[in-house]
């Protein structure tokens, strides 16, 4: 595959917190015209995909409604879609989300009904999105529910999360051999404000290849993420499972992705924006090779200067690829504007964050175009 442009739409869909991205940004009642919009920045792919729980709205019930007109449109289109089965929510009947007891049957029985049913019109597939970041927020940090804390919290979340990945994996290889697995995730740095941090840091920095090795086999004894998991409670079966093959990885980059770690006047650990990031290239390089994939850029925009952050992201890309490192493609996250991660969803302020190619204004109905729309559609046109 040449080099492809992507596009995507924030679609975080999280009923316990009362979170409805696709509602609160108007794409429910505009999404023809949304994909229209997408198309018309020349882009190939789009990362897109519906919330779970409308689509699997009971054990073994699915409603495919929706998600046929939507790929039906896609293909008039001739949009190629890189599907999130599951994008951080669960359905309702899943009573403890990620860690009910039920959770891993039913991601796998959900990805199996899909990959069937789309077979040979959606053929690359995310189980589910950022399965670090997944964990982490509701466990590790805990600033999302149930609010666990420390490594005992992120493995134990953790092992859900891979768990269903990986059967969602054989499940979808099973009812479409021709799907291939693109599986995205944040690529957190943490960097040390001071050097008796230095330790803490590269702990920290070493979770965000958690999922990724267990799920690539990468957790044997002698290993580096199979002491550390060990020693924070993971399950032994958990470390030497079978591995699954993931076709492509998707690195997820902001502005805000590389961390400070500090001591705070209390004498806490805090964390801040990095005033030295290693940058993209360096995080696409040591993924690369780390794992030996093919990469492509899955997430990145900005709210400050987001043209020059475009140009920005897009030199690390041509120096990874000059440095030997396989970069397939490049996506802005998202189209448009969405709403209240600027806290992390943990105050639902209606607040824009405006790091779309289109401005929701004058209301949420509207897109109206940012100059880095125009810089976006160019890159496409002239290409990397």
Not at 146 to 161: E, Q
Not at 351 to 375: F, H, I, K
Request: glycine fraction near 8%.
């Amino acid at each position: 595959m040449s080099f492809f442009w992507a596009i995507g739409i924030e679609n975080a869909h999280i009923l316990e917190m009362g979170v409805d991205e696709l509602a609160w940004t108007g794409h429910r009642a505009r999404w023809r015209e949304d994909l229209a919009l997408a198309r018309g920045l020349g882009v190939s792919h789009i990362r897109y995909g519906l919330p779970w729980a409308e689509l699997n709205p009971a054990p073994g019930v699915y409603e495919w409604g929706w998600a046929d007109e939507v790929i039906a449109e896609l293909e008039r289109l001739g949009l190629e879609a890189i599907w999130d089965l599951v994008h951080f929510g669960t359905p309702a009947w899943l009573e403890q989300g990620f860690l009910d007891r039920d959770f891993v049957g039913a991601l796998e029985a959900y990805a199996s009904a899909f990959a069937r049913r789309y077979a040979g019109r959606v053929n690359r597939l995310t189980p589910l999105n950022e399965p670090y970041i997944s964990t982490y927020f509701r466990a590790g940090w805990g600033i999302w529910p149930p609010y666990l804390k420390g490594r005992a919290g992120f493995v134990r979340m953790l092992f859900p999360i891979v768990e269903g990945v990986r059967a969602a994996i054989r499940a979808i290889r099973t009812a479409n051999p021709e799907a291939e697995i693109w599986l995205n995730d944040a690529a957190d740095f943490f960097h040390p404000a001071t050097p008796d941090l230095a330790g803490e840091a590269a702990r920290r920095t070493l979770e965000r290849y958690a999922a990724f090795d267990l799920l690539l086999g990468l957790t044997r004894p002698g290993q580096e993420s199979y002491e550390w998991l060990k020693a924070a409670g993971y399950p032994e079966a958990g470390l030497r499972a079978e591995p699954v093959e993931i076709e492509v990885i998707g690195l997820d980059y902001y502005p805000e992705t590389e961390h400070e770690l500090y001591r705070a006047e209390d004498g806490t650990l805090a964390i801040r924006v990095a005033s030295e990031p290693l940058g993209l290239a360096r995080a696409l390089a040591d993924y690369h090779a780390r794992y030996g994939r093919p990469l492509f850029v899955a997430e990145t925009s900005a709210t400050h200067d987001p043209v020059g952050w475009l140009e920005y992201t897009l030199d690390q890309v041509r120096q990874a690829r000059a440095g030997g490192v396989w970069v397939r493609g490049y996506t802005w996250w998202p189209l448009f504007d969405f709403y209240d991660w600027d806290s992390l969803l943990t105050r639902l302020e209606g607040r824009l964050c405006p790091v779309g190619l289109y401005r929701l204004s004058p209301t949420r109905s509207d897109r109206q175009p940012t100059p880095a729309a125009e810089r976006f559609r160019r890159a496409v046109a002239e290409g990397i």
